[in-house]
């Protein structure tokens, strides 16, 4: 008698519920939204939701509804791509720059099913579109940081040597002047400033262009040459694809498209992105971390009312506290950095055990876990700040046209007495949120950019750019089923019926698990899975012939059926396994496509073995296995 034990039954129908559950999701289609998040220092309350509503109602801009999210989102439902359009444009210009506008797609999956996770396959920008940013390096703050960066050197450079000095700042131009106190050798520091200068920059010197360096009394001038600034501009746009690939990583999206346009601008593309306010404020920000020593020179409070000017070594800035007069309490702090978050080598958000705050443990590399230690050394009992400096992007509408300006924004978020030593691990706190924390222990982890980036345009990519190509795709899918279902039944009869049947939950099973692992579905996608529907065949073609060998030998129809599972799942491993191994090193050395096809290649192998081997033989066994006098079946 054939008999097929009663716990895989019980597995094959929670396999198929489960795989009903999660694959539903994909039915539902989502509709266009605008995300409104808040920067730093701003509320996404009922308030603001009301700011919205009003401004886009004197728009005249129809919207379904706006609602504050779990994640402290405000997500406003518009009718319609144009009303999309029109919504982002009506917000920004209410709400300014304290808050990221983003274009989005809103899902429509009921609350029930994401309460359990269900969620819809994540398409690619060639079937479901997702968002396109194009990004610009900011050309002026790249310079004024190479600027800075040459001024810093040549402070430290004179301070090891015992050099004293008044100041020495970027004067513009391309030109960074040392102004040495009265009677300082000022012959000694020009020799040195060029010799450092040479060998840290021996491409440059002698080469397409020359660093201008001239004395004039105790004054020291130096000027970087052109050659220096382009070839800084072109590193700087490299260095800032590698940090957003890098942080993209981070925010877990699938086969991304990065490109660079021209020579400072740079093409974003990122398939299935659903809250793109969140990957727009990652990509782009360029937040970070300094820690500096406290000034002991001079009053902050006479340097904020103009009374006083600020010593050569020490800049003013504003404490997130509040004092009496209603304004941020202001604080001195040294131009030398001690250490930044490009010393990092991880970053962790976590909550301050002793303050009960949001904070961001850090752990830095060598170079700054020395500087740490040197600093902390020898300045036991002294203030120590961490300044989060933050560049927020501004667009504002003058005489028509669109004038794109930035704003930097430094804040000194704690100041903390050293107690002793410090080292590689450290930990600051002062944030506001945990939100604030986990984005910057991600831009931390990520890398700071190498020069800030502005963005141009962004795009979110509809489904209407993508139908064709899925309806054509599906088609191929559809077909290919098509062709199978109507071969098996005429050849193979009701043994047919068990394979298409087979077949229907080897697709359903492979939707719902790129659905629930998030995987990101393109074009290659799914000629994958349309090659698996024809393994899947090949399979069921390798039982069915074996079953029809037993029964040409004589065997009774159960025997035959429980031999030709059984003998024919080991070449059916054989040859899926081998296929596997192809889809393993298509996903481990290919990029992009070709990984959307070696993700969908190998569930399809895995879930079309389980179909064939598993639950075909538990159909065939309910249809003939209670049988008792079986003399024939239909294959």
């Known amino acids: 008698m054939l008999e097929y034990a009663r716990w895989k039954y019980f597995v094959i129908l929670l396999v198929l519920a489960l795989s009903v559950l999660y694959a539903v999701p994909n039915v539902f289609p989502s509709e266009p939204a605008v995300q409104v998040t808040a920067n730093r220092g701003a509320t996404v ?190 590193e700087a746009v490299q260095q800032n694809i590698a940090t957003i690939n890098n942080r993209i990583n981070e925010l877990g999206v699938a086969e991304p498209v990065i490109q660079r346009q021209g020579a400072d601008r740079v093409v974003v593309e990122l398939p299935g992105v659903q809250d793109t306010a969140q990957a727009k404020r990652i990509l782009g920000a360029t937040a970070t971390l300094e820690f500096r020593g406290v000034s002991e020179e001079g009053s902050p409070v006479d340097v904020a ?88 992007p501004e667009v504002k509408i003058v005489d028509g046209k669109e004038v794109r300006s930035t704003r930097v924004v430094e804040q000194v978020i704690s100041v903390a007495t050293i107690q002793g030593v410090l080292g590689r691990d450290f930990q600051t706190t002062g944030l506001e949120s945990m939100k604030e924390s986990a984005d910057l222990a991600l831009l931390l982890r990520a890398g700071s950019l190498a020069a800030p980036m502005d963005f141009i345009d962004e795009r979110t990519i509809g489904p209407s750019l993508g139908k064709e190509n899925i309806e054509r795709g599906l088609k191929a899918v559809a077909f290919s089923f098509i062709f199978a279902l109507a071969f098996f039944l005429f050849y193979y009869r009701m043994f047919g019926v068990i394979t298409c049947v087979a077949l229907l939950i080897n697709l359903l099973m492979v939707v719902a698990l790129m659905s629930m692992l998030g995987f990101t579905l393109s074009l290659p996608g799914l000629a994958g899975i349309a090659l698996t529907v024809g393994m899947s065949v090949d399979a069921n073609v390798l039982i069915n012939e074996r079953i029809r060998e037993e029964l040409r030998a004589g065997m009774p129809p159960q025997t035959a059926i429980a031999t030709g599972y059984e003998k024919a799942s080991g070449t059916i491993a054989d040859a899926n396994l081998t296929a596997m191994l192809a889809g393993i090193a298509l996903f481990a050395f290919g990029t992009g496509p070709l990984k959307g096809f070696a993700v969908a290649l190998i569930l399809g192998i895995v879930t079309s073995m389980y179909t064939a081997v598993s639950v075909s033989r538990g159909i065939a066994t309910l249809i003939y296995g209670g049988r008792k006098k079986l003399k024939s079946i239909a294959i």
């Not at 970027?170 to 960074?176: D, E, H, L, R, Y």
């Not at 941020?328 to 909550?351: E, M, V, Y």
């Open 45 to 234: 309350d009922a308030a603001l939701q009301q700011r919205v509503e009003a401004a886009l109602k004197k728009a005249a801009v129809p919207f379904d509804s706006s609602v504050i999210g779990e994640d402290g989102n405000l997500l406003v439902r518009t009718k319609g791509d144009d009303a999309q359009d029109k919504a982002a444009e009506a917000i920004r210009a209410e709400l300014g720059t304290s808050y990221v506008v983003a274009l989005n797609q809103a899902s429509t999956v009921p609350a029930w099913l994401r309460s359990i996770g269900a969620k819809p396959m994540f398409l690619g920008l060639d079937l479901r579109g997702g968002v396109q940013f194009l990004m610009q390096v900011d050309r002026q703050a790249a310079l004024d940081k190479r600027y800075e960066a040459t001024a810093e050197d040549i402070r430290v450079l004179l301070r090891e040597n015992r050099i004293t000095y008044q100041s020495v700042e970027p004067a513009g131009n391309g030109v960074v002047v040392a102004t040495l106190v009265p009677g300082a050798d000022a012959q000694r520091a020009r020799t040195l400033i060029t010799t450092m200068l040479t060998a840290a920059n021996p491409n440059v010197l002698g080469g397409g262009g020359q660093y201008a360096i001239e004395s004039e009394g105790n004054r020291i001038s130096v000027r970087i040459p052109q050659a220096e600034l382009n070839r800084m501009l072109t």
């Open 305 to 392: 009312s103009g009374a006083a000017s600020a010593p050569p070594e020490a800049r003013l800035y504003y404490r997130k506290e509040i004092g009496p007069d209603g304004k941020p309490l202001p604080i001195l702090l040294k131009k030398r950095i001690i250490f930044s978050g490009d010393q990092l080598q991880n970053a962790t958000s976590l909550f301050d055990s002793q303050s009960g705050t949001p904070a961001v443990s850090m752990r830095l590399n060598s170079i700054g876990g020395q500087r740490n230690t040197e600093y902390s050394q020898a300045h036991v009992g002294k203030p120590m700040a961490a300044v989060y400096i933050e560049r927020i």
